[in-house]
């Protein structure tokens, strides 16, 4: 089992290199990039072997059948009614019982009003439309509404100077009207505890740069912002460095991020700035983000994102998110520049 999946980026650990390069292994289920291909393909001794991937988010549900003797084979059910089975067929057993039992305990936390929105807070691109997979997830390679929300959140309710966030973290958008702590729950589904650091603005330039070296492509670790604004310069190629272990390394040429501002202000590589996170990419090295290595942790906080945007939706924002969030393609923190400008 494995989570590769077949995108370009992750070469050379796609599931088909790992295949190819391989013998001994009988099937390969696998993850990552949201496909359903069922392949076969030959390993390294030229035996057809086959791979399958379950989609994304439930949409179906994978197999693998090991007989004795024979081909081992795979494949996926999908189910295409709105109802769960368990619900059509009335399923009721031990787990039936269990899960039901769990939701009421929470039902009542979950339904809870927070806030109300006029507009939907995105994580999507509001107008490219992708033929197989339907909207195109923009949150990971540029700016959102639903991303400067939640930044803003973490910057303001622990009073740091800027907040980033890798866009990887932000899971699903939130429609229009009421909002839910489910919503908030969904958004953030990990419970990251935020913290605050002490980094230099030299830091802060290695790790947007990092944050933005596959853009145009995804990257989980790309950093959406609060306080801060910057450009990325996509003619440039990116020059981060990294070791085997995909952690970040160093710059060896050009940057692409330029014209970075804290609050207006050029930012000053010298000058100490406090920066509001989550621990996975501040202290954790949370996609290979490295550049905060040594930063003084100045406030160790102990809440985790979804209190910070639920206290922020509530008490900052007076339960109504209003017409500052209503593009959905953000506030012009983060400016996508993709040709060089004329000398």
């Known amino acids: 089992m494995g989570h590769l999946g077949n995108e370009e980026n992750c070469r050379p650990w796609t599931y088909a290199d790992v295949i190819s390069h391989t013998n ?4 390969f289920l696998d993850g990552h990039s949201h496909d359903k291909e069922q392949v076969i393909m030959k390993n390294k001794d030229g035996r057809e072997i086959p791979r ?3 989609g994304t988010k439930m949409e179906c549900i994978g197999w693998c059948k090991i007989p004795a003797e024979g081909e081992v084979t795979a494949g996926i059910y999908s189910w295409t009614f709105d109802d769960p089975a368990p619900e059509m067929f009335m399923i009721e057993n031990e ?7 769990e939701r009421e305990k ?3 936390l979950l339904t809870v009003k927070i806030a109300v929105s006029a507009q939907e807070l995105t994580i999507n691109d509001p107008v490219a439309v992708d033929p197989k997979w339907g909207k195109v997830r923009m949150i990971r390679r540029a700016e959102t509404n639903l991303a400067d929300l939640c930044t803003d959140a973490l910057r303001v ?11 990887g973290g932000i899971r699903v958008s939130i429609p229009a009207g009421d ?3 489910k919503d908030i729950y969904e958004v953030f589904p990990f419970g990251n505890e935020v913290c605050v650091i002490e980094a230099t603005g030299q830091q802060i330039l290695d790790a947007l740069e990092w944050g933005a070296y596959l853009v145009p492509a995804e990257n989980g670790g790309f950093l959406q912002v609060s306080g801060l604004t910057y450009e990325i310069h996509t003619y440039i190629e990116s020059t981060c460095t990294k070791d085997v272990n995909g952690m970040f390394t160093g710059i060896k040429g050009e940057r692409r991020v330029r014209n970075v501002k804290v609050n207006g202000a050029p930012i000053d590589p010298d000058a100490l700035y406090k920066v509001a996170g989550c621990s996975y990419w501040m202290l954790e090295k949370g996609d290979g983000q490295t550049a905060f290595d040594g930063a003084k942790r100045i406030d160790a906080g102990g809440l985790l994102d979804e209190q910070i945007l639920s206290d922020y939706l509530s008490d900052n924002l007076g339960g109504v998110i209003g017409e500052e969030y209503s593009d959905p393609t953000g506030q012009g923190r983060i400016v996508i520049i993709g040709e060089r400008p004329a000398e």
């Not at 787990?95 to 039992?101: H, N």
């Not at 309710?157 to 866009?167: E, F, K, M, N, S």
């Open 106 to 108: 929470v039902k009542d």
């Open 52 to 54: 399958s991937a379950c």
């Open 24 to 27: 001994g292994i009988d099937a």
């Open 179 to 181: 909002v839910s702590m």
């Open 157 to 167: 309710r622990t009073g740091a100077d800027i907040a980033v966030l890798g866009g």
């Open 95 to 101: 787990m039936s019982r269990a899960v039901r039992e």
